[in-house]
């Protein structure tokens, strides 16, 4: 490619760009709220706010009226490819092609003609660990100093997370979601545990901290044995136990009607009760 190729950054059709938005509705869906959020902290100082698909094709943005014909000249609007293939060094397309935050400060874009940007992105992760999109923040300010880029670059990184932990959540209604921890604290960390404390689901982040696949389905595994705490004597042992202390608790310590509601004799229960450790009295 030709660094003063002049020529304007190459767009979609509308077709296209509609079939983009259908095969990222999702995304769309829970990056929306996130999208108007940043661009209330960011929009007053010409700051524009984007989101790509994984191809780095723009499927939304943010910008003021008085702004949006200057980004729209830019290429900075829906249907732009800002792909590093067509476009070179910039924010959005070095943010996929890299997998990583990036802030593009004006002369280190490719094109002549995109140094007057600077560009904040952050990559979007789904639920299977695959990468969404970007997430971008643009401003061609003069005044715009690269210690200012690095504060909108933390608000970026901060909602990338957010809408990654959003789609996440969505995709696992009915499971519990677990925020674990873990040494990267921009990685939205979370994991997926059905009914029977099995992870079932896992974020980028939760993935890297804990050895899993980097992507796709991940192979069902015991919380405990993810997380590093033991079942106890055995797992049956700990199931029954946790299920006399709840039956137990709902009957408020009357080991009688704990016992009808455990559908056993009270003489039963008792026996069960010392062999798990379980003492009357507390």
């Not at 560009?119 to 639920?127: K, L, T």
């Not at 715009?144 to 209604?173: C, H, K, P, W």
């Not at 079932?200 to 991940?218: D, E, V």
């Not at 700990?238 to 709840?246: C, I, L, Q, T, Y």
Request: aromatic share 4%; net charge negative.
């Amino acid at each position: 490619m030709d660094p003063a190729q002049r020529d304007g950054v190459n767009r979609v059709t509308e077709g296209a760009l509609a079939e983009r938005r259908d095969r990222s509705e999702a995304l769309m869906r829970v990056a929306t709220p996130r999208l108007d959020a940043l661009y209330q902290l960011v929009g007053s100082s010409g700051c524009g706010v984007l989101l790509t698909d994984d191809e780095g094709v723009v499927l939304d943005i943010r910008a003021s009226d008085a702004d949006a014909g200057v980004f729209d000249d830019w290429g900075l609007w829906p249907g732009a490819d800002w792909s590093e293939r067509s476009e070179g060094t910039n924010g959005i397309g070095t943010c996929l092609a890299e997998n990583r935050r990036v802030t593009i400060h004006r002369d280190e874009h490719f094109h002549a003609r995109n140094t007057a940007m600077s560009c904040m992105d952050a990559p979007i992760y789904g639920p299977d660990g695959s990468i969404l999109g970007a997430l971008d923040v643009s401003s061609a300010r003069a005044d715009q100093t690269e210690g200012f880029n690095r504060l909108i670059a933390a608000m970026v990184a901060q909602t990338a997370r957010q809408i990654e932990s959003d789609a996440f959540r969505t995709s696992f209604r009915d499971a519990r979601i677990l925020v674990a921890e873990a040494p990267d604290t921009e990685a939205a960390t979370l994991l997926a545990i059905d009914s029977h404390d099995i992870v079932i689901g896992a974020t980028r982040g939760a993935r890297r901290a804990f050895g899993l696949s980097q992507s796709g389905p991940i192979s069902p595994v015991p919380a405990g044995d993810l997380l590093g705490r033991g079942d106890g004597p055995t797992g049956f042992e700990k199931a029954e136990r946790a299920a006399v202390m709840r039956a137990l608790t709902r009957a408020g310590g009357n080991v009688s009607k704990a016992a009808r509601a455990l559908g056993i004799g009270r003489a039963t229960l008792y026996r069960r009760m010392k062999r798990l450790g379980i003492d009357e009295t507390r």
